[in-house]
């Protein structure tokens, strides 16, 4: 009998990413910015572009568009997928928490601190979120 072992990234990150503005303004502006990247990521399946080499990734015409109009510049075109892959965004106040399994919250990061937002990152297997 033969066994296969090989390396998978299907393990469950169980990510926990906390931003924490000044404002509650802020804080719904952020979460209205993750609907509509997310909206437009679903979209365009931004699957492919992110597996794609490095020179050819690109944005599609309508997130171009919409990160002009929005003003993020900090974003690459590869990080755009992370919007698109499963995650759950919950907001109180002048805090949002974002939970995911993925291992690549870059752009969630870039967001929250362009934003003026304090970050905070770890794992729920490791960590209470409720602490």
């Known amino acids: 009998m033969k066994i ?3 390396y998978g990234s299907e393990h469950s990150m ?3 990413l906390i931003g924490r503005f000044k404002h509650a303004r802020d ?9 509509k990247l997310s909206e437009q990521a679903e979209k365009d399946e931004t699957y492919s572009v992110s597996h794609s080499g ?17 003003e ?9 997928e992370q919007f698109a892959l ?11 928490t974002i939970k995911t399994d993925e291992a690549d919250v870059s752009a969630f990061i870039k967001l929250f601190v362009d934003a003026g937002g304090r970050v905070e990152v770890f794992s729920a297997h490791h960590h209470d979120p409720e602490e």
């Open 14 to 16: 169980n990510l926990v």
């Open 54 to 70: 490095p020179d050819e990734q690109r944005f599609s015409d309508e997130m171009l568009k919409m990160l002009r109009e929005l």
């Open 86 to 96: 499963e995650h759950r965004v919950e907001r109180t106040n002048e805090t949002i």
């Open 72 to 80: 993020i510049y900090t974003l690459g075109p590869g990080e755009i």
């Open 4 to 6: 296969w072992t090989s």
């Open 27 to 35: 804080a719904e502006q952020v979460e209205d910015l993750i609907q």
